[in-house]
């Protein structure tokens, strides 16, 4: 990893919202993932549907999108940006679909946007609320559920281009 400055502390080392207005407007995308993991009876009942709430993977990829948007009025530093796209998956993983053996629902969450800043941390709040979500729909039957590995797995645009998590792990 090359020593870079970081672009939220400022030559006082003070906190500040970075400057991109001299910046071109650039097609932008992120792609963010996360995992819950639940006890398999959980995950039985959100599969069959039968979960007393309702269609929690239908709540959770409105939720995520919900949560992208929102995402400068959550954390302090982020821009408020013009999202032109915002996808949610919600995909149900079995018993030995994971190395570790963990049952649950994997999030992956596609944001976009044109504009003068990248859009990671709508993708990483996306994933992230999208597996809140799941846990507030299902913590009657499962208080043990642990969400786990939120991660950037792509970013494309501005003036770094193309990073792509398989390329650095």
């Not at 959770?60 to 949560?67: K, L, N, P, Q």
């Not at 959550?74 to 949610?88: G, R, S, W």
Request: glycine share 10%.
């Amino acid at each position: 990893m090359t020593e870079q400055q970081l672009t939220h502390i400022d030559d006082k080392g003070e906190v500040r919202m970075v400057d991109v207005s001299a910046k071109p407007d650039t097609e932008r995308v992120a792609v963010a993932e996360g995992f819950i993991a639940m006890h398999p009876d959980t995950l039985a009942l959100i599969v069959e549907g039968k979960a007393a709430k309702g269609d929690v993977l239908a709540c959770a990829r409105v939720a995520g999108v919900m949560g992208a948007k929102q995402t400068s009025a959550l954390i302090p530093m982020c821009h408020p940006l013009n999202i032109t796209k915002a996808k949610v998956e919600c995909d149900p993983v079995g018993q030995g679909e994971r190395e570790d053996g963990r049952v649950g629902i994997r999030v992956t969450c596609t944001c976009g946007v044109t504009g003068k800043t990248g859009i990671e941390m709508e993708a990483l709040t996306a994933a992230s609320i999208a597996c809140l979500t799941v846990y507030d729909m299902c913590k009657a039957v499962d208080r043990g559920m642990e969400i786990m590995d939120v991660r950037l797995l792509k970013k494309d645009g501005g003036k770094t281009g193309l990073w792509l998590r398989d390329a650095v792990c």
